[in-house]
């Protein structure tokens, strides 16, 4: 008997194939998020269900689908999922980390240049018919070339955002909770405590997952830190930084701009006071939203689930005790 799936939206088509080769797959065939009442129905009988981040995957489901053996995330965070109540019922947990790397640092770097250079407030200009020529100062923005770049979280995502920063001659500072001197010889990169580093930066860019350490690590008392001048950049997750004390400190002109992919609710509501500021520049979390990159993504969490239902060890999972427990 082939085991029961669940994919809670609708995947490039080579994911989905894949599973239906070897699974018997029902799925909400929406780019829309699925339900609540829809998902906790559906995982009542399933073996397998894959997620994405929009989906909680909570005690109360789990509570709900007692054949579940494996989520699998369609992303490289799961803040989204309850691990421990995973871990507690002998479930596997995986993710997507290391497909996404070079996209999301692509849109890292042009977040940073977008919002230095002013480029969506400059098109707006220009579309609403006020450009009346070439004036000295009109819509000037910042070097980035020569600037320094602070990056907070020096992983896979963070060092590929400092290889991009090289290319622009830019001095780079790094703060993560262990100091990586390997990685950071080899791209040029100093160690600064948190502090230090954002008030040294003219860009500071966050790529920290959201722990319950990280939660609001960048705030009212950090934004003080930072250079006036300064701007901000966040491809991590919202709730990283406390969207109050930046709207406070962007309306004050405390710091110069911030250039967003996401968000503490998503999706943000269009009547949210940070998308009445000029000085940023919003995206609608499309860190990783390159054609190649969301179906390698798709692949990748279609493979882990199917190996874990089929008792091979999946390329990334992410509470390896219950691997371990179930595998003695």
């Not at 018997?24 to 998902?39: F, H, Q, T, Y």
């Not at 005690?59 to 494996?70: C, G, I, K, M, V």
């Amino acid at each position: 008997m082939l085991p029961r799936v669940y994919v809670s939206r609708r995947l490039p088509a080579p994911a989905l194939a894949l599973l239906a080769s070897r699974c018997r797959v029902a799925a909400w065939d929406s780019d829309e998020p699925v339900p609540r009442p829809v998902l906790v129905q559906a995982v009542a009988d399933a073996d397998g269900l894959l997620a994405t981040l929009s989906d909680r995957i909570d005690a109360t489901l789990l509570d709900r689908a007692p054949r579940l053996r494996a989520v699998s995330n369609l992303a490289v965070g799961y803040d989204n999922i309850d691990v421990g109540a995973c871990t507690a019922r002998g479930i596997v947990v995986t993710n997507t980390p290391g497909v996404l790397t070079e996209a999301t640092a692509d849109l890292a770097f042009a977040l940073l240049l977008a919002t230095a250079r002013r480029l969506p407030e400059a098109e707006r200009f220009l579309r609403a018919g006020r450009w009346t020529g070439w004036k000295p100062m009109e819509l000037a923005g910042v070097d980035v070339y020569g600037a320094t770049l602070g990056i907070v979280g020096f992983g896979r995502i963070g060092q590929a955002v400092a290889r991009r920063a090289r290319g622009f001659a830019m001095r780079i500072l790094y703060f993560s909770r262990t100091p990586l001197p390997e990685a950071a010889a080899d791209l040029g990169a100093e160690y600064r405590p948190l502090d230090e580093l954002l008030a040294e930066a003219d860009f500071v860019s966050l790529h920290v997952p959201l722990t319950p350490e990280t939660r609001g690590l960048i705030g009212e008392r950090e934004l003080g830190l930072m250079k006036p001048s300064a701007i901000l950049i966040n491809t991590a997750r919202g709730a990283v930084v406390d969207e109050e004390a930046l709207c406070r400190a962007l309306a004050a002109r405390r710091i110069r701009a911030a250039g967003l992919d996401v968000y503490a609710e998503e999706p943000i509501g269009a009547d949210h006071p940070l998308l009445a500021l000029d000085n940023v520049v919003a995206l609608p979390h499309i860190g990783s939203a390159t054609e190649a990159t969301r179906t390698r993504m798709a692949v990748l969490a279609a493979q882990n689930l199917l190996a874990a239902l089929e008792g091979r060890r999946p390329a990334h999972v992410v509470n390896p005790e219950v691997w371990r427990e179930e595998h003695l």
